[in-house]
């Protein structure tokens, strides 16, 4: 395997509750910050009710997270670039590298949505889902490796406007 990163419900679950349990750090440091605020017993009723509604949709997700056995998933070996996200289609493919023409990190003219799109010598397109911290520098170098031919963008972190 040249190159694999997978995150499973799990891990994002952690995540949660990590973020859960900074809810009161963050009560209690509005609580020292805006104590001289004029309306501060409002300021800090909607802030609690907030924080509350805040922990109990993350806790569902939480617990939501710790049921599923979904998972996101990239590999790159010499025979095949796989990838899978447990809810977005179009992020879901498995190609041969070797096939591979080139890939392209952009965005569109009028919008900073950014893109990675893997174009094929036959002329498809799939998108790398860019919302996982996985290294695209490493992935695009394990590509390179299982096909030297293939072009890359120069930086694996920047953006370039799409030319059309």
Known sequence: MLFHYER????QAYTLAINIALLPVYLYI???TAKEHNDFEALFAIAEKSALGIGILLTAAMVWFLRSKDKFEIYVTHQEFYSMHPIFKEWCFSVNPKEIKCIKNHYGSGSKMTR???VMHNGDTFQICPNYDFSRKKLY???QTANPLIELPA???LFTAETK
């Open 155 to 157: 930086n694996a972190n």
């Open 141 to 143: 170098q394990a590509l």
């Open 8 to 11: 499973t419900r799990k891990k």
């Open 116 to 118: 990675i799109d893997l």
């Open 30 to 32: 509005l609580s020292i």
